[in-house]
Nanobody, 120 residues
Framework: QVQLVESGGGLLQPGGSLRLSCVAS????????MGWYRQAPGKERELVAT???????DYADSVKGRFTISRDDAKITVSLQMNSLKAEDTAVYYC??????????????WGPGTQVTVSS
């Protein structure tokens, strides 16, 4: 597995922008998919966006057109640019990575999360 550390969360007003970043602590054999999930108070964790090694992206309908995910495989990072933020985007955002370890076993890793609060 890899250890993931998120950064970039914070408090901002509706309509603002924020960029989240996540870095993996060490290399593994391969990371096929990296992504972001979020969990709001009283709700289940939900997918926000994912990106594959080939650059194929997937977004939740609620963030399409506002959020953009990107990754840098050389630096083993994934970022989430969030624009036009809404109060309903308030949540703890978690970085996620899936791939294969040097032991040839699949893994799924999660970061500890970073809080994003959108409020006027």
């Amino acid at each position: 597995q890899v250890q993931l550390v998120e950064s970039g969360g914070g408090l901002l007003q509706p309509g603002g922008s924020l960029r989240l970043s996540c870095v993996a602590s060490r290399t593994v054999l391969s990371i096929t998919t990296m992504g972001w999930y979020r969990q709001a108070p009283g709700k289940e964790r939900e997918l926000v966006a994912t990106i594959t090694t080939g650059g194929i992206t997937d977004y939740a309908d609620s963030v399409k057109g506002r959020f953009t995910i990107s990754r840098d495989d050389a630096k083993i990072t994934v970022s989430l640019q969030m624009n036009s933020l809404k109060a309903e985007d308030t949540a703890v955002y978690y970085c996620n990575a899936r791939g294969t370890g040097f032991n040839l076993r699949p893994f799924v890793s999660w970061g500890p999360g970073t809080q994003v609060t959108v409020s006027s």
